[in-house]
């Protein structure tokens, strides 16, 4: 049977560095594949090639068993090819039609006395109704009228996805698409790849998540450093023997074997009637009272958007609280910089990467000692030590393992779990006394997950505090020895792990108080 499309031989290199080593697969129309591989094996570059954003340095790219020359993503659409990024690229102040229109504008034309002026007027009505037509035959769950800022980050996925329907794309490739989104958002977003399956689409799928592999997809493409070492079909596989063949080891999840609440009784953190607002008069966090003892993690779960974001800004210093108080070991550092937060041994590892974690035009090297340069081993008398700096990254490149094509790379060279993992290694090595660690493993791949996650239990046996905020409702459970929950800016209760269920929070991030014995749940309003 002939592909929808295929590679045979594709090389890329970036100077002596091959990310991809002659791939050669075969995808089938109408079928979903999965490309799964550890961060750094070449995933996003091979799709960067369909997408004609990188130019092979050899071999050839087959749509319908033609070869095609691919060299922007104008000429990739025009060939059917369509890609929806991990970071969207839309316009906030634009509605929802307009950004899917942008490019392909609809115009009219007007009259002025008798001469006739075509092109410059956008027909607004036109446009919203073809959108709405896409909308509707593709079943999603979008207003055209809607302005983009204010709208979720599913439905701005959404719009990214339609944008390439409208323009007729019949290949969809997804890097890492669900990464960003809630749970439910997800059942949403696999709900709609076998709607578009059933439109005959064929879907491509960067994903470092097995269970969706397993879910939906109908082959398995797994890379290894650059070459393609194993394609499947997923009904003959199961997520331990794919995990298994992407790591080259049996990868098994860190638990805390050990959850108790009591364990410790000093404080080390604590939260006091925190409370602050998006703007004046909206409060996003509601008198916030939570307390981290030595060698405990403390969990906050909760569906995304519901105030998380905003209290790790306010305990780390981005945005200021209206009200309370943040102690640290008895210490008041309420409002206080970022720089001084730090100064207090407190390790942040935030949401965000690119904008807040990373300088992504700056060297590895420079990432590693961000804010801690003064260090004495560093810094000497007025200079920078570039020898023990230079020496410790080396170390820490190899400690962590964060796999680069060059040692002098800038991070904007770096594949995304491998940034992630530069603010890993450069927040553990501070040996922080408390961490804050925000969304610690997204885009991460199982085996560094497994890393990530041991260094988190490292840190609790050494008795240090983790404040651990997570999307991932697996990662909460299995290293939390309390889970807190947010719900429309509040805690709305916290349960100690080792007694709660996956049921249990699931109430709670929904907003529903569960009845339970007394003690068990701390916060009840
Ligand atoms: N522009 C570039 N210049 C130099 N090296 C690059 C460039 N882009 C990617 N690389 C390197 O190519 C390799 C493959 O990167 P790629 O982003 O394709 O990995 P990936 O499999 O998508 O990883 P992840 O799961 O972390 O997203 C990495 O070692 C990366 O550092």
């Given at each position: 049977?002939?592909?929808?499309?295929?590679?045979?031989?594709?090389?890329?290199?970036?100077?002596?560095?091959?990310?991809?080593?002659?791939?050669?697969?075969?995808?089938?129309?109408?079928?979903?594949?999965?490309?799964?591989?550890?961060?750094?094996?070449?995933?996003?570059?091979?799709?960067?090639?369909?997408?004609?954003?990188?130019?092979?340095?050899?071999?050839?790219?087959?749509?319908?068993?033609?070869?095609?020359?691919?060299?922007?993503?104008?000429?990739?659409?025009?060939?059917?090819?369509?890609?929806?990024?991990?970071?969207?690229?839309?316009?906030?102040?634009?509605?929802?039609?307009?950004?899917?229109?942008?490019?392909?504008?609809?115009?009219?034309?007007?009259?002025?006395?008798?001469?006739?002026?075509?092109?410059?007027?956008?027909?607004?009505?036109?446009?919203?109704?073809?959108?709405?037509?896409?909308?509707?035959?593709?079943?999603?769950?979008?207003?055209?009228?809607?302005?983009?800022?204010?709208?979720?980050?599913?439905?701005?996925?959404?719009?990214?996805?339609?944008?390439?329907?409208?323009?007729?794309?019949?290949?969809?490739?997804?890097?890492?698409?669900?990464?960003?989104?809630?749970?439910?958002?997800?059942?949403?977003?696999?709900?709609?790849?076998?709607?578009?399956?059933?439109?005959?689409?064929?879907?491509?799928?960067?994903?470092?998540?097995?269970?969706?592999?397993?879910?939906?997809?109908?082959?398995?493409?797994?890379?290894?450093?650059?070459?393609?070492?194993?394609?499947?079909?997923?009904?003959?596989?199961?997520?331990?023997?794919?995990?298994?063949?992407?790591?080259?080891?049996?990868?098994?999840?860190?638990?805390?074997?050990?959850?108790?609440?009591?364990?410790?009784?000093?404080?080390?953190?604590?939260?006091?009637?925190?409370?602050?607002?998006?703007?004046?008069?909206?409060?996003?966090?509601?008198?916030?009272?939570?307390?981290?003892?030595?060698?405990?993690?403390?969990?906050?779960?909760?569906?995304?958007?519901?105030?998380?974001s905003e209290l790790v800004k306010v305990i780390t210093g981005l945005m200021e609280s209206t009200e309370g108080a943040i102690l640290l070991n008895g210490l008041d550092i309420t409002n206080t910089w970022p720089k001084e937060i730090r100064a207090c041994g407190?390790?942040?590892?935030?949401?965000?990467?690119?904008?807040?974690?990373?300088?992504?035009?700056?060297?590895?090297?420079?990432?590693?000692?961000?804010?801690?340069?003064?260090?004495?081993?560093?810094?000497?008398?007025?200079?920078?030590?570039?020898?023990?700096?230079?020496?410790?990254?080396?170390?820490?490149?190899?400690?962590?393992?964060?796999?680069?094509?060059?040692?002098?790379?800038?991070?904007?060279?770096?594949?995304?779990?491998?940034?992630?993992?530069?603010?890993?290694?450069?927040?553990?090595?501070?040996?922080?006394?408390?961490?804050?660690?925000?969304?610690?493993?997204?885009?991460?791949?199982?085996?560094?997950?497994?890393?990530?996650?041991?260094?988190?239990?490292?840190?609790?046996?050494?008795?240090?505090?983790?404040?651990?905020?997570?999307?991932?409702?697996?990662?909460?459970?299995?290293?939390?020895?309390?889970?807190?929950?947010?719900?429309?800016?509040?805690?709305?209760?916290?349960?100690?792990?080792?007694?709660?269920?996956?049921?249990?929070?699931?109430?709670?991030?929904?907003?529903?108080?569960?009845?339970?014995?007394?003690?068990?749940?701390?916060?009840?309003?």
């Amino acid at each position: 049977m002939m592909s929808k499309i295929e590679t045979v031989n594709l090389v890329k290199k970036f100077g002596e560095f091959i990310a991809n080593d002659h791939i050669s697969m075969k995808i089938q129309e109408g079928e979903i594949t999965a490309i799964v591989g550890e961060n750094g094996a070449g995933k996003t570059t091979l799709m960067n090639m369909l997408y004609g954003l990188l130019e092979p340095t050899s071999g050839k790219i087959l749509i319908d068993g033609k070869e095609v020359v691919l060299k922007s993503p104008v000429d990739a659409i025009a060939h059917g090819i369509g890609m929806v990024h991990q970071h969207f690229k839309l316009v906030p102040s634009l509605t929802v039609y307009e950004n899917i229109m942008l490019g392909t504008e609809i115009t009219k034309s007007i009259k002025i006395g008798d001469k006739k002026l075509k092109g410059f007027f956008i027909n607004e009505k036109k446009e919203k109704e073809e959108v709405q037509k896409v909308i509707d035959f593709y079943k999603f769950d979008l207003d055209p009228d809607d302005v983009v800022k204010n709208i979720s980050i599913g439905a701005k996925q959404r719009i990214e996805i339609l944008k390439m329907l409208y323009r007729n794309v019949d290949i969809l490739i997804f890097d890492e698409p669900t990464a960003v989104l809630t749970p439910q958002e997800v059942d949403e977003l696999l709900e709609s790849f076998r709607e578009l399956k059933k439109q005959g689409k064929t879907i491509i799928l960067i994903t470092h998540k097995l269970r969706e592999v397993m879910e939906i997809s109908d082959q398995v493409i797994i890379i290894k450093q650059g070459k393609l070492i194993n394609t499947m079909r997923t009904k003959d596989t199961n997520a331990q023997d794919i995990a298994t063949s992407m790591v080259g080891r049996e990868v098994v999840a860190s638990i805390n074997t050990d959850k108790d609440a009591s364990k410790n009784s000093r404080v080390i953190y604590e939260l006091k009637d925190i409370s602050t607002e998006s703007s004046p008069g909206v409060k996003c966090l509601k008198k916030i009272n939570l307390t981290i003892k030595a060698g405990e993690i403390l969990g906050i779960a909760g569906v995304e958007g519901n105030g998380q974001s905003e209290l790790v800004k306010v305990i780390t210093g981005l945005m200021e609280s209206t009200e309370g108080a943040i102690l640290l070991n008895g210490l008041d550092i309420t409002n206080t910089w970022p720089k001084e937060i730090r100064a207090c041994g407190i390790g942040i590892i935030p949401e965000d990467r690119y904008a807040q974690g990373l300088c992504v035009d700056m060297s590895l090297d420079d990432n590693f000692i961000a804010g801690q340069y003064k260090d004495k081993d560093y810094f000497n008398r007025g200079f920078l030590n570039f020898k023990e700096i230079e020496k410790k990254s080396s170390e820490l490149i190899n400690k962590y393992d964060i796999r680069i094509s060059q040692r002098k790379s800038n991070v904007s060279s770096l594949s995304g779990g491998n940034a992630q993992k530069i603010i890993i290694a450069r927040e553990f090595e501070s040996n922080p006394s408390l961490l804050i660690a925000s969304q610690p493993t997204r885009g991460v791949d199982i085996g560094s997950i497994e890393f990530i996650h041991g260094k988190i239990l490292e840190l609790r046996a050494k008795d240090k505090g983790i404040l651990l905020i997570s999307s991932e409702l697996t990662e909460i459970m299995n290293l939390s020895d309390r889970i807190a929950v947010m719900y429309k800016g509040e805690i709305i209760g916290i349960v100690n792990a080792k007694d709660t269920s996956m049921s249990e929070l699931g109430l709670l991030m929904a907003g529903i108080r569960v009845n339970r014995p007394e003690g068990v749940v701390e916060v009840d309003g």
